[in-house]
C-alpha cells in the first residue's frame, strides 16, 4: 500500500484537552515494518491503528510546460 521514497498526505485523529481533532501533514516514507511507516523526519505511525485516517499520495506537476517556456525571453 506505501511505497518507501512517496510523499503522502496524511491525516490522524488526534485526541487533546479540547476534544478529538483531524491533523494533518505531508510526509515521505523512509522505512517500512509491517503497519509502521517511519518518516524522513524522524517520526512513526502505525497505519493499522484506529487514529490513522487517510494517506494520499502527493502527486508532483512538472516546473513548466513546453508551451510555457517557449516565449520565454523572446520580444516582438
Request: proline residues 4%; glycine residues 8%.
Given at each position: 500500500?506505501?511505497?518507501?521514497?512517496t510523499?503522502?498526505?496524511?491525516?490522524?485523529?488526534?485526541?487533546?484537552?479540547?476534544?478529538?481533532?483531524?491533523?494533518?501533514?505531508?510526509?515521505?516514507?523512509?522505512?517500512?515494518?509491517?503497519?509502521?511507516?517511519?518518516?524522513?523526519?524522524?517520526?512513526?505511525?502505525?497505519?493499522?491503528?484506529?487514529?490513522?485516517?487517510?494517506?494520499?499520495?502527493?502527486?508532483?506537476l512538472?516546473?513548466?510546460?513546453?508551451?510555457?517556456?517557449?516565449?520565454?525571453?523572446?520580444?516582438?
Amino acid at each position: 500500500m506505501f511505497d518507501i521514497g512517496t510523499v503522502y498526505n496524511f491525516t490522524l485523529i488526534e485526541g487533546t484537552s479540547d476534544g478529538w481533532n483531524e491533523v494533518r501533514s505531508t510526509e515521505r516514507v523512509a522505512d517500512i515494518d509491517g503497519p509502521l511507516l517511519k518518516f524522513e523526519s524522524g517520526r512513526i505511525i502505525n497505519a493499522h491503528s484506529s487514529l490513522f485516517v487517510s494517506a494520499v499520495p502527493v502527486t508532483m506537476l512538472a516546473s513548466a510546460s513546453p508551451a510555457e517556456t517557449a516565449d520565454v525571453g523572446t520580444t516582438v
